[in-house]
Structure formats: C-alpha cells, structure tokens
C-alpha cells in the first residue's frame, strides 16, 4: 500500500503558519520539535483524516530561507488551486474561515461535484474548500 504521507509546504514565518493552519483551518499541530542545531519541524493537517495512522496527509511547514524558496512562497502551484481542501459541512468551515479573516475569492457555489468555493491562505495560495455531495 502507498499513500502520501506528508508534502512540503514554504512559509516565511513557522508560528504565523501554524496560528493560521490550527486557528483559521482547525488543524491539527502533529509536530512541532527543535532538533540539534536549530532546525524546526513542524507538521500540520487536518484532524481526523483516512491515512492508515487515522491522520491523512500532513503539510510539514518549511522556513523559505533562500532567496529562492522566499520568492516561491505564495506561489507553490504557479496560479492554480495548490490544495483541494474537503469538509464535511461546509457552511461550518466556510463560516469558521471568515471569522478567523480568511480571504474567499468567489461566494459558494454549487456545482456537480459538490459545494466548493476558492479561498487564499495566509500568502496568497489559492485552495479550494469543497464539500462532494452527499457528505
């Protein structure tokens, strides 16, 4: 069996990343360890999720420390939706979201696949909050 078990997501600050991931998404912080030397770990994602371990796909947040990756913050996927966020109430997220001050681009739609509305995180990214049908 082969599931993806983490993706590597740039930020320009690691605790302005997390407060957004578990305060305005309500994630769930997995890790947050100082290792020898002063590297930082820290992984994100969602609560409940259907990864083998119960936890789904984590985003493991890295410090854009390079000229380069600083410059690729914000833009992980070029202008396409990065991330395919999956809710099972989506009026709860979408309201939790724009209390915590979450820019939507578009109002909720509803389209064959389900609710679905594209959001940006902290940096501009765009992802889409999607509830399928029946959930």
Not at 25 to 50: C, H, I, N, S, Y
Not at 68 to 89: H, N, W
């Amino acid at each position: 069996m082969l599931r993806l078990e983490n993706a590597t997501y740039l930020v320009h600050d690691l605790d302005d990343a997390i407060a957004f991931f578990t305060d305005a998404l309500g994630f769930t912080l997995r890790q947050d360890e100082t290792f020898e030397g002063g590297w930082r770990r820290v992984v994100v994602g969602p609560g409940a999720g259907t990864g083998a371990d119960g936890e789904g796909t984590g985003l493991v947040l890295a410090l854009a420390t390079s000229d380069d990756a600083r410059a690729r913050v914000g833009r992980q996927a070029g202008d396409e939706v990065a991330f395919f966020l999956r809710t099972d109430d989506f009026a709860a997220q979408h309201a939790r979201m724009l209390a915590h001050g979450v820019r939507f681009r578009e109002e909720p739609r509803h389209e064959v696949y389900g609710t679905v509305a594209i959001f940006e995180d902290l940096y501009g990214t765009p992802w889409d909050l999607i509830q399928p049908p029946h959930a």
